[in-house]
């Protein structure tokens, strides 16, 4: 009777033990690796560090151009650098393009790449990813600076758009002025804008 005892405590004991295995907490499934998100690809200069500029002449007023700098060469593209007026310009870059805005958001322009292909296989449909255009057209090569381009030209219900296509090796250097419809007077500042950013583009060195 005893050792019948001692051998059902000892079953009970084993199923008690078993019991806490199986209600023991998993082991931590290891966290996942953030997926990296675009690289930056305008150049952050040393604040220490005297920039290049150069100046112009804007409306009348003298004004100071900063050299900025970047690359497209993680995606096979080339660097570039450009002049800028950074006391109107804010220079950011957002999802491997740079951007060049104003505080008021409604004049901009774009600097980006596109890999393995060319002006003319985007000219015709390259404005149509700024919205519904209301008209279009192909300007043909034109010269910008020391680049020559394939030059677009359009317009939405609000907003216009210039754009130049400039083939590189490994693919196209896109750049993109938009302006809003409206106040293009030679004195408003939407105009001033616009021609300043076009100015800013001429200076565009590709290597």
């Not at 805005?101 to 404005?127: K, P």
């Not at 034109?142 to 130049?164: C, H, I, K, P, V």
Request: glycine content about 8%; overall charge negative; some cysteine.
């Amino acid at each position: 009777m005893k050792r019948n005892l001692f051998a059902l405590l000892a079953l009970c004991l084993m199923m008690g033990s078993l019991w806490g295995c199986q209600k023991s907490d998993p082991e931590p499934t290891p966290a996942p690796t953030p997926t990296q998100g675009p690289q930056t690809i305008v150049d952050v200069h040393d604040e220490n560090e005297q920039p290049d500029t150069m100046n112009t002449t804007v409306n009348g007023e003298d004004v100071t151009l900063t050299l900025v700098t970047g690359s497209f060469q993680r995606s096979g593209g080339p660097d570039f650098s450009l002049y800028v007026n950074k006391t109107r310009f804010q220079v950011n870059d957002v999802d491997g393009c740079c951007y060049l805005t104003t505080d008021e958001g409604r004049t901009y322009a774009e600097i980006g790449f596109r890999e393995n292909t060319d002006a003319e296989m985007l000219s015709a449909t390259f404005l149509r990813e700024y919205g519904n255009l209301q008209d279009s057209s192909d300007l043909g090569e034109q010269t910008l600076g020391e680049n020559t381009a394939r030059q677009l030209a359009g317009y939405t219900m609000d907003s216009a758009f210039e754009a130049w296509l400039i083939d590189v090796e490994g693919g196209c250097v896109t750049l993109v002025i938009c302006s809003p419809l409206g106040d293009v007077s030679g004195v408003s500042s939407v105009a001033t804008d616009a021609v300043q950013l076009i100015d800013a583009l001429s200076t565009l060195t590709l290597t």
